[in-house]
């Protein structure tokens, strides 16, 4: 082999190894785990509810996970009705209300890919009767990429549902509402189901008398 067919050679074989570590930094969306809903919770003694804890976990195409990747949860398409904490209880997880209407709630992952998050929010609960109101309105991105795209977008359930007071008999009966409505509204379907139903009513209660929502948000990014 001649130097010149050697170094071009080796040139060929460092870029392809380049080209593979700059793809395999880069999130995919069928190979990370993003849950189909979250709720929205309130806090006890400056602790967000535990009823509220999800994971998400970002991995490249070859199902590496992908360590100090900024995830970003958009709230923007769940303008009408969801509203997040302006100030959010739980390390590592911030609130930007300067993006977008509703703002948006961030975190890094850990060295194993995954960020555990619990947001603290509430809905205004002013639109129903709007056929399919809200369900899966929010968007995960990491690194830029959108990672819902499988499922479609992020449904955001409230079981606070009138953002005031804590998780009390108020935001029961408010659902109860819901659950006769001929429309779908996104915040009262906490399993992610596409309907409203016992279930949701389980976990609803769950929330409300496990004590882990005694307070409201004290100021919302909208």
Do not use: H
Request: hydrophobic share 40%.
């Amino acid at each position: 082999m001649t130097g010149l067919l050697r170094k071009a050679t080796l040139l060929a074989c460092g870029l392809a190894i380049a080209a593979s570590s700059a793809m395999a930094a880069v999130p995919s969306p069928d190979d990370s785990d993003v849950p189909c809903g979250i709720n929205l919770v309130g806090s006890t003694g400056g602790v967000a509810d535990s009823k509220g804890e999800f994971t998400i976990i970002v991995r490249d195409l070859a199902q590496n996970p992908i360590a100090g990747s900024s995830v970003v949860i958009s709230f923007d398409a769940c303008e009408i009705d969801i509203r997040v904490c302006s100030v959010q209880p739980v390390s590592g997880v911030v609130a930007d209300c300067l993006s977008g209407p509703v703002g948006e709630i961030s975190a890094v992952t850990d060295g194993a890919g995954t960020v555990v998050l619990r947001v603290v929010g509430g809905a205004r609960n002013n639109s129903a009767g709007a056929a399919a109101e809200g369900f899966k309105c929010a968007t995960v991105y990491a690194d830029g990429v959108n990672l819902t795209l499988p499922v479609g977008g992020l449904n955001v359930g409230a079981f606070d549902q009138n953002g005031a007071g804590g998780i009390n008999p108020a935001d029961i009966s408010v659902w109860l509402s819901d659950s006769f409505d001929a429309g779908l509204e996104g915040r009262s379907d906490f399993n992610c189901s596409n309907t409203i139903n016992p279930v949701d009513l389980s976990l609803l209660l769950s929330a409300s008398l496990g004590g882990g929502s005694a307070a409201s948000c004290g100021a919302y990014c909208n």
